[in-house]
């Protein structure tokens, strides 16, 4: 990464930290039993992000909106999750949604607003 990309990111980090803050949104209710499908669901989905990315920021709101339990995976602070999100999706841009179906196939969604969509059509 350049060292003006670098010094934009240093920046905007702490703004995008306090939105991240302010504006997270609270979770919707569902009745135990659907809560528990929503749970058994999303251990299949994981998503590669950074804390400091507003994109991310954007798909971790609606993560919490939706009131779902996704592992997170920081590609900043973890290279092997940056090297595995390379290898896996073909590029390191993040967020990006990794999503593993009943038979093992895997998709690697990128673009914070197509997974929101998928999100929200899943379990809105
Ligand atoms: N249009 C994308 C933009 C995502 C984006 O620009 N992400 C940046 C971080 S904020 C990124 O991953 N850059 C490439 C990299 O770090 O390898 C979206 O909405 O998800």
């Given at each position: 990464m350049s060292l003006l990309k670098r010094t934009a990111r240093a920046m905007l980090a702490p703004c995008v930290r306090l939105y991240d803050r302010l504006r997270r949104p609270s979770p919707m209710q569902r009745t135990p039993e659907r809560q528990a499908e929503v749970d058994l669901a999303t251990q299949r989905l994981v998503l590669y992000h950074f804390e400091t990315c507003p994109f991310c920021v954007r798909v971790r709101h609606k993560i919490a909106e939706l009131g779902l339990d996704i592992e997170m995976r920081d590609t900043l602070l973890d290279p092997h999750h940056r090297q595995a999100l390379a290898e896996g999706?073909?590029?390191?841009?993040?967020p990006c949604l990794l999503i593993t179906d009943e038979q093992g196939n895997q998709e690697w969604l990128y673009e914070s607003a197509d997974i929101n969509r998928y999100l929200v059509s899943r379990f809105g």
């Open positions: 999706g073909g590029k390191t841009q993040v």
